[in-house]
């Protein structure tokens, strides 16, 4: 029998096991908790903006600017308008002195804040995916370790070896 196998199969490896998937259970809850903290967050911080998806959006028009998809919808339009605003020029392409300049950068700023918060909702479902991961590695890891011990081997017992014909 290797070492590796007297470890596990010995109360100690065992109980690591049980240890370190109790750890990873109560990581896959706090990474839970922390990821549906941090969207109710932004969505309540975004809803208390007030901003509607523009009626000429291609999609989610008229809706209440508090999720990932009208954030994302509302930056196109926002960056459709400053397009047709400029005439089709980006800040950068307009001269320092122009006037529109100015709408070109507000605009810029408004999609820039609005795809802030829908990384931040990808990153919040990343981290409650990762905290259910972590949860069922946990609870596969305490099963195995709550799991009886292997019967152990004795010296006497011998493999049948094939006999010549």
Same mark, same amino acid.
Request: aromatic fraction near 6%; proline fraction near 4%.
């Given at each position: 029998?290797?070492?590796?196998?007297?470890?596990?199969?010995? #109360?100690?490896?065992?109980?690591? *096991?049980?240890?370190?998937?109790?750890?990873?259970?109560?990581?896959?809850?706090?990474?839970?908790?922390?990821?549906? &903290?941090?969207?109710?967050?932004?969505?309540?911080?975004?809803?208390?903006?007030?901003? &509607?998806?523009?009626?000429?959006?291609?999609?989610?028009?008229?809706?209440?600017?508090?999720?990932?998809?009208?954030? /994302?919808?509302?930056?196109?339009?926002?960056?459709?308008?400053?397009?047709?605003?400029? +005439?089709?020029? &980006? /800040?950068?392409?307009?001269?320092?002195?122009?006037?529109?300049?100015?709408?070109?950068?507000?605009?810029?700023?408004?999609?820039?804040?609005?795809?802030?918060?829908?990384?931040? /909702?990808?990153?919040?479902?990343?981290?409650?995916?990762?905290?259910?991961?972590?949860?069922?590695? #946990?609870?596969?890891?305490?099963?195995?370790? *709550?799991?009886?011990?292997?019967? *152990?081997?004795? +010296?006497?017992?011998?493999?049948?070896?094939?006999?010549?014909?």
């Amino acid at each position: 029998m290797t070492s590796t196998a007297r470890t596990a199969s010995t #109360g100690t490896g065992r109980r690591t *096991a049980r240890v370190v998937g109790l750890i990873g259970i109560v990581a896959g809850v706090v990474m839970i908790v922390a990821g549906a &903290t941090t969207w109710v967050t932004v969505s309540s911080q975004l809803e208390a903006q007030n901003i &509607t998806v523009s009626q000429d959006a291609d999609l989610l028009a008229g809706d209440t600017v508090d999720g990932p998809f009208s954030a /994302y919808a509302q930056a196109q339009v926002i960056d459709r308008h400053a397009l047709e605003a400029t +005439g089709g020029k &980006t /800040y950068a392409e307009l001269e320092q002195d122009d006037p529109l300049r100015a709408t070109a950068m507000n605009a810029s700023f408004l999609r820039a804040s609005l795809f802030t918060s829908v990384v931040a /909702y990808g990153v919040s479902a990343l981290v409650i995916g990762l905290g259910v991961l972590f949860g069922l590695v #946990g609870w596969a890891l305490r099963g195995l370790g *709550a799991a009886p011990a292997p019967a *152990a081997v004795t +010296g006497t017992t011998r493999p049948a070896v094939p006999q010549p014909v």
